[in-house]
């Protein structure tokens, strides 16, 4: 089987617009970088090179959306699988690739959720956004002293975090806190401290994804959602002064998208890409095995197909 070790000139060749040295009919699948989207790719690896009996592979490195989706638009093998587009968050590949070029396919979605949370600890201090505008409450989650309490609202790549700074601001949160933009694996060891400490801790997280499933957490209160409320534009180069968004986020639609130039490449491929349909508890359960239990994200694909082979042959067939 291809193992996800495609890096130095491969990459290099991939990112500058070049197709890999592969057969044409070869699935190249991004690397994106959260637990979910690992374990959604794997799963996509495992059936095609199984029992599919085609041939996928995994670069690592290709993690940059945007770069992924302009591989797949162009149709040359060198970015054929985005595992996890969530929606809204990336409507610019959805208008230029889905709606507009139609370059891109994808299956039907599963629902996420995006919320801000405290750990349950502190839900009878923390419950709401109107209890984030005390400066007392603010102060609590002061980590270097400026007068500023810290969220996390992601890593520095991810629309998402945009999306949480444009929240604060138009929540009018923006001089009591300051977003604490980190990486996922950085954010989690300091999760995991907080709840072992009890000490306050504020963050944006999304489901499915194992932190859930590891830890009491409690969602903050949102104001309901009205006509207007989200007016969104994370691409402008002003986007946080061009964006407002005051209410609950709705649930996303997460997508497997992929390159339509896969229907005459790999028919059989493209198929199988249009009809996956997911399960959020059970991708849930592949985070829990690869992100708290530190198993090895081509095991747990290759395990999962093997004792679920009616469910992936529904999804060939």
Request: hydrophobic letters at 40%; aromatic letters at 10%.
């Amino acid at each position: 089987m291809i193992r996800n070790l495609l890096t130095g000139a491969a990459l290099t060749a991939l990112t500058a617009g070049g197709a890999l040295a592969q057969d044409d009919a070869t699935v190249t699948i991004g690397d994106l970088t959260w637990t979910g989207t690992s374990a959604i790719g794997h799963v996509i690896e495992a059936i095609i090179n199984g029992p599919l009996e085609s041939e996928a592979v995994i670069v690592s490195g290709l993690s940059d959306g945007s770069v992924i989706a302009a591989g797949m638009d162009k149709g040359d093998g060198s970015a054929d699988v985005y595992t996890d587009l969530w929606m809204p968050n990336r409507q610019a590949i959805w208008d230029e690739f889905v709606d507009g070029a139609k370059t891109v396919g994808h299956n039907s979605p599963y629902a996420g959720t995006q919320k801000l949370y405290v750990p349950a600890f502190m839900a009878d201090r923390v419950s709401s956004i109107e209890d984030l505008a005390d400066p007392e409450i603010a102060a609590m989650f002061d980590k270097d002293g400026n007068g500023k309490g810290e969220y996390w609202a992601g890593d520095v790549g991810w629309k998402s975090t945009r999306m949480w700074e444009v929240k604060f601001k138009s929540y009018g949160l923006s001089d009591l806190w300051e977003a604490e933009n980190l990486p996922d694996a950085t954010f989690k060891a300091q999760l995991k401290t907080a709840v072992q400490r009890e000490q306050p801790i504020l963050f944006y997280y999304w489901t499915p994804e194992w932190v859930h499933a590891a830890y009491d957490l409690s969602p903050i209160a949102e104001p309901a959602r009205t006509e207007g409320c989200e007016k969104v534009d994370l691409d402008a180069e002003d986007w946080l002064e061009a964006s407002s968004f005051a209410c609950a986020s709705r649930d996303a639609e997460i997508y497997v998208a992929y390159s339509k130039s896969l229907e005459t490449r790999n028919p059989a491929a493209a198929k199988f890409l249009s009809q996956i349909q997911l399960d959020p508890d059970v991708v849930n359960q592949w985070i829990l095995r690869i992100g708290r239990d530190k198993l090895d994200p081509r095991d747990v694909a290759e395990d999962w197909v093997a004792e679920n082979m009616d469910i992936v042959n529904g999804w060939i067939n």
